[in-house]
Nanobody
Framework: QVQLVESGGGSVQSGGSLRLSCAVF????????MGWFRQAPGKEREAVAT???????TYADSVKGRFTISQDNAKNTLYLQMNSLKPEDTARYSC????????????????????WGQGTQVTVSS
């Protein structure tokens, strides 16, 4: 059973930066796709960024060039560095994982991921 615990959310002004962390517990296979989803009030969940076991990444068009996903295998931790934040980035961000050798194309949909963290709120003010 994979457990995901996020941290690092908070409030920041437009143009600021935040780094989200996701501690991963209990995974037993090397072929795992991990990523970040977000959901703003009244909107559907959307894939923000994913990374597979080979380090191949995908990003939503809206965050390309501003967000960076990375993983520290020694610490079993996934990160999302968010720079140049905009008010439209305001959402609840969730860490996700699923056992597969490659992440779904363009990050896939929320149904593609079996394991979810509890989420962390990111609020960007203008």
């Amino acid at each position: 059973q994979v457990q995901l615990v996020e941290s690092g959310g908070g409030s920041v002004q437009s143009g600021g930066s935040l780094r989200l962390s996701c501690a991963v517990f209990g995974y037993t296979y090397n072929s795992i796709c991990m990523g970040w989803f977000r959901q703003a009030p009244g909107k559907e969940r959307e894939a923000v960024a994913t990374i597979d076991s080979d380090g191949v990444t995908t990003y939503a068009d809206s965050v390309k060039g501003r967000f960076t996903i990375s993983q520290d295998n020694a610490k079993n931790t996934l990160y999302l560095q968010m720079n140049s934040l905009k008010p439209e980035d305001t959402a609840r961000y969730s860490c996700v994982a699923d056992y597969r050798p490659r992440c779904p194309q363009y990050g896939g949909g929320w149904r593609d991921y079996l394991y979810w963290g509890q989420g962390t709120q990111v609020t960007v003010s203008s």
